[in-house]
């Protein structure tokens, strides 16, 4: 049968407020019996309760899922019961490392009536291939003389030509099948010699095998100038983890916000099942108050769709989505509100 199996991490602050109208609208999309999902209750308060981020018990249990589909973890910042980033790095990180997710897949489109704060943002339509099993995210470092004003904290980017390649590879695929064809890697080779040849002599070598893929380098500095300036130059962006994980805020910010942007963390290799998640955090800033836009989380769900072999269904959430925002106004709607109107009209 194709029921679609899914695991559901809610998580915290925002996240389950997002994560139910995500949901609500695979099921209105699919049909209530043909969406099964399995909720797991990891975060926050799972942790205050039994000390445990995400065993791996529980992460065997759920990699025998087909997707998964992902809201936020983390704790506020004045939260002092648990440590910064925890949570982020033992379920989230822990998550995209277990479950080999190479590449990081994040949109950037400025859909009809969404507000970009430029003033002239142009046709914005680019797609951000985020490296996402190594570099800084890794966790190779650590600190000598700690605490004293000698004190040594080191964070080593680790780039394998493996890991490299594969997401390079990925970026190119893709453009080709894009109208632009364009590939922009953003690196620092200026500074950073080692990681920075081995990203520019991959990106040469792959982009030897499309001859009908362009591609080009810009220091990721600068690229940000242009992400202001003239968004709408950019067709594929490939670049590493960290870079990759600031350069999409921006972008999430000059294509109508973070309440729109989405992702998908992507394994490429069938060993593992991939995740879905908005690109934005637990926000506990409005945790609570129903003023979330769930939009990120819903389009998320739609790359879901279009991942798992519902084409036709994704381009059905895409389309409501894209109704709901050309039909927005200033008056504020709940986030169950909005993901109401949008279920409505898949
Ligand atoms: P954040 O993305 O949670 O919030 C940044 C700002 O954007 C806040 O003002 C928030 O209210 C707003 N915002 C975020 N999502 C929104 C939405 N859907 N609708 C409307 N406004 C929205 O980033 P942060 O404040 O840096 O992080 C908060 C916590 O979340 C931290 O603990 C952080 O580590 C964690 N975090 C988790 C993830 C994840 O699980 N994928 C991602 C980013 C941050
Ligand atoms: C994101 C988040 C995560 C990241 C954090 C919470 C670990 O910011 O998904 O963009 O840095 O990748
Ligand atoms: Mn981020």
Redesign the pocket.
């Known amino acids: 049968n194709n029921v679609l199996d899914l695991a559901l991490i809610p998580?915290?602050?925002?996240?389950p407020e997002?994560t139910a109208e995500a949901l609500k609208v695979l099921k209105a999309t699919l049909g209530e019996d043909n969406v099964k999902a399995t909720e797991y209750g990891l975060g926050a308060e799972h942790w205050l309760a039994t000390g445990e981020t995400l065993t791996d018990q529980t992460l065997e249990a759920i990699r025998g899922h087909q997707a998964i589909l992902?809201?936020?973890?983390?704790?506020?910042?004045n939260d002092t019961r648990i440590p910064?980033?925890l949570?982020?790095r033992e379920?989230?990180l822990k998550l995209r490392f277990a479950f080999d997710h190479a590449v990081n897949f994040r949109p950037s489109v400025l859909y009809p009536g969404a507000q970009s704060p430029l003033a002239n943002p142009g046709d914005i339509d680019f797609v951000v291939f985020r490296e996402g099993t190594e570099g800084l995210y890794v966790g190779n470092g650590g600190s000598m003389r700690t605490g004293t004003p000698h004190e040594v904290a080191n964070e080593t980017s680790v780039n394998t030509a493996y890991g490299v390649e594969r997401v390079v590879r990925a970026a190119f695929e893709y453009a080709q099948q894009r109208d632009r064809k364009h590939v922009t890697l953003l690196h620092k080779h200026n500074v950073l010699v080692h990681a920075g040849h081995l990203w520019n002599r991959i990106v040469n070598e792959v982009g030897e095998e499309f001859p009908d893929v362009t591609h080009d380098y810009l220091h990721v500095d600068a690229a940000m100038i242009f992400l202001t300036t003239d968004p709408s130059r950019f067709d594929v962006i490939l670049t590493d983890n960290m870079f990759g994980d600031i350069v999409t805020?921006l972008a999430a910010a000059v294509t109508g916000?973070?309440?729109l942007a989405a992702s998908g963390n992507l394994n490429i290799n069938g060993t593992a099942p991939s995740m879905y998640?908005?690109?934005?955090?637990?926000?506990?800033?409005?945790a609570g108050t129903q003023?979330?836009?769930?939009?990120?989380?819903i389009l998320s769900a739609a790359i879901l769709l279009e991942q798992e072999g519902y084409a036709d269904a994704a381009q059905r959430v895409h389309k409501a989505v894209w109704e709901d925002l050309a039909a927005r106004d200033t008056s504020a709607r709940t986030t169950q509100q909005v993901g109401d109107a949008i279920a409505a009209q898949v």
């Open positions: 998580g915290d602050g925002i996240g997002v992902f809201g936020a973890v983390g704790a506020a910042p910064s980033g949570l982020e379920i989230l805020d916000g973070i309440g998640e908005p690109v934005h955090g637990s926000a506990p800033d409005i003023q979330a836009d769930p939009t990120a989380a």
